[in-house]
């Protein structure tokens, strides 16, 4: 018999052991390169030590209001430095950061503020009437509303009139306001590790939007992980195209302090800029989504800069990139990393990890390979693709369509207030994506389709039953269904099949289709707009249930979207 000894009988101690948190990184980056650039916005220049310095202020301020563990704190702005900062500033006072999507509407915001019961609400003063407009929205739905404290950014990008109307309300500025914080503040990490970080919502396919809970563990590893697997070495130049409030920026605003980056911040994205920031800063890694891009390939010669003066990484992810956008990508000396991943797995969790192998193929060979979505992020303890009814996996033969499942500590906490959805996301003891997909013999997965009729327009997910609930509540509409379209720009667009009430008239269609969507425009997000209307009777099965799955090919055989009408 073999002897057992006491080996895993040595405890915890607080020498040993300590909670995983990002926030580690940033108190690093201070003291082993204090004076090394931290973020760069326009005049805006500031080193490592000034970063740590501003979020502990930042911390500190907040503490002094009694926000800490608990509370939530939103920020509602573009890619700016207040931004970036509260990545850091809001977990160290313990309290939880809810990065806005700055293009919601106010209802949308309303609704996500009072989910999560805001206590400030930090918001940029380009946006700040959107605020004003979701908190009077918020105060007259809810019985229990409380006047969460309110923050100004002000921003020498933008007019001075959004500035001053502000203030004229009585809000601090957010300069002020991290005067009045300690830049010595001790923070204490969290006790926890599994203690919520970050809270992001995401509408899925829901009536209403889901509150994604992430932990300080897992913004940790996959912090790290991201940095793994693009092989970003220390002092990389990050261009903030992708918006900090996308999944945390895919968890990058937490990588950088742990290479000693530097967050170049960009506040509108265009190919010039790109390309400019390039030139200009030396950019080495930026994320963004195919429809970017798409732009970038496709930038007047005027307003681009090549050959490329190094090399520049690049990341995409959001619906699959055309082959054709890859290709012409790395023809102009981009190297790009496909990925994939959702919200409830901290952004991308797949990559499509380059074989050198493939290095001697036909170029469109290699287009082809790259558009897939992969293989696991370093921190996704489990993937795979399996039968939805018996959750055995798929045979890996490329054709066998499955849903795609995740394990691990990529997998988010859960959704806020929301058992249900719990309980079904869990479900077998995996995180059910609801993609649909392949599996090749060398274990890449590979999307086919997307279960519960998501559209990803560009990176961001779009619900049809919320285009098409919008759709319902308008006086000429009967039925309608809502289905992705090929898009030459965003990749996917809705396209909504319509039809009328008896008696509406359709003597003038172009003026018929801009009156539906100006209404859309008043009930829901701009990208969530229609890009193509198709006036007709729906297919439907004998149960009278839409058939999407023809409504989806008669989108397909249309074509890449061109015009806004279209007649089945």
Same mark, same amino acid.
């Given at each position: ?23 580690? &990184? ?19 220049h500031y080193t490592w030590h000034h970063t740590y310095q501003r979020c502990r202020r930042f911390a500190s301020a907040l503490s002094k209001l009694s926000v800490g563990p608990g509370n939530t704190v ?13 990545? &850091? ?21 309303? &609704? ?209 990139p055309p082959p054709s956008v890859l290709s012409g990508m790395t023809e102009l000396g981009f190297r790009v990393t496909h990925t994939y991943g959702l919200s409830e797995t901290y952004g991308p969790s797949?990559?499509?990890?380059? +074989? ?8 469109? #060979? ?22 939805? +009814? ?29 058992? +249900? ?75 909504? &099949? ?33 890009? #193509? ?36």
């Amino acid at each position: 018999m073999v002897a057992k000894h006491d080996i895993d009988d040595l405890p915890k101690n607080t020498a040993n052991y300590t909670a995983l948190t990002p926030l580690w &990184f940033l108190q690093r980056a201070a003291q082993v390169h204090p004076t090394r650039k931290s973020v760069i916005h326009g005049s805006r220049h500031y080193t490592w030590h000034h970063t740590y310095q501003r979020c502990r202020r930042f911390a500190s301020a907040l503490s002094k209001l009694s926000v800490g563990p608990g509370n939530t704190v939103a920020v509602i702005a573009p890619n700016i430095p207040a931004l970036y900062e509260a990545h &850091f500033g809001i977990p160290m006072a313990g309290a939880v950061l809810n990065p806005v999507n700055i293009r919601l509407n106010a209802a949308t915001i309303a &609704f996500l503020l009072g989910h999560c019961t805001a206590s400030v609400i930090i918001v940029d003063q380009e946006y700040f009437l959107l605020a004003e407009e979701a908190l009077k929205i918020w105060s007259e739905k809810s019985e229990t509303f409380k006047s969460p404290i309110l923050i100004v950014i002000g921003d020498e990008n933008c007019e001075p009139e959004s500035l001053r109307y502000a203030l004229s309300k009585g809000v601090v500025e957010y300069e002020d306001f991290l005067q009045s914080g300690d830049p010595e503040y001790d923070w204490k990490p969290p006790e926890d590790e599994w203690q919520s970080i970050a809270l992001g919502y995401t509408s899925g396919t829901t009536a209403s939007p889901k509150g994604v809970v992430l932990h300080h563990r897992g913004a940790y590893l996959m912090a790290l992980s991201g940095a793994l697997i693009w092989g970003m070495n220390e002092g990389a130049v990050y261009l903030w195209t992708l918006p900090m409030f996308h999944c945390n920026g895919w968890c990058y605003t937490w990588t950088l302090p742990a290479i000693f980056g530097t967050n170049i911040c960009l506040r509108q994205v265009s190919a010039k800029a790109v390309y400019e920031a390039i030139a200009k800063y030396k950019v080495t890694h930026f994320c963004a989504a195919p429809v970017v891009l798409n732009s970038i390939v496709n930038a007047p010669a005027e307003e681009t800069i090549l050959p490329l003066p190094h090399v520049v990484h690049v990341n995409t992810a959001g619906a699959a990139p055309p082959p054709s956008v890859l290709s012409g990508m790395t023809e102009l000396g981009f190297r790009v990393t496909h990925t994939y991943g959702l919200s409830e797995t901290y952004g991308p969790s797949v990559y499509c990890a380059w +074989k050198p192998e493939w290095d001697s193929l036909p170029r469109e #060979s290699q287009a082809r390979l790259h558009s897939r979505q992969g293989v696991r992020y370093i921190a996704l303890e489990g993937l795979d693709v399996v039968n939805t +009814k018996t959750m055995q996996p798929v045979p890996a033969d490329g054709k066998t369509v499955g849903e795609i499942v995740m394990r691990g500590n990529a997998v988010m906490k859960g959704y806020l207030k929301n058992p +249900k959805a719990n309980e079904e996301s869990f479900a077998n003891g995996w995180y059910h994506s609801g993609d649909l997909a392949v599996k090749h013999p060398d274990g890449y997965i590979e999307i086919k389709d997307r279960s519960k009729d998501i559209i990803i327009s560009g990176a961001e997910n779009i619900s049809s039953v919320e285009v098409e609930n919008a759709l319902y509540s308008h006086p000429a509409i009967l039925e309608t269904s809502v289905v992705a379209r090929p898009d030459e720009k965003w990749g996917e667009s809705p396209c909504a &099949f319509v039809t009328l009430k008896p008696g509406v008239d359709r003597s003038n269609e172009q003026r018929l289709v801009e009156d539906i969507l100006n209404f859309c425009r008043s009930k829901i997000p701009a990208y969530w707009v229609p890009k #193509s209307v198709v006036f007709g009777p729906l297919p439907k099965t004998a149960t009278g249930k839409v058939q999407k799955h023809v409504l989806r090919a008669k989108a397909k055989e249309m074509g890449p979207i061109k015009n806004k009408i279209s007649k089945l």
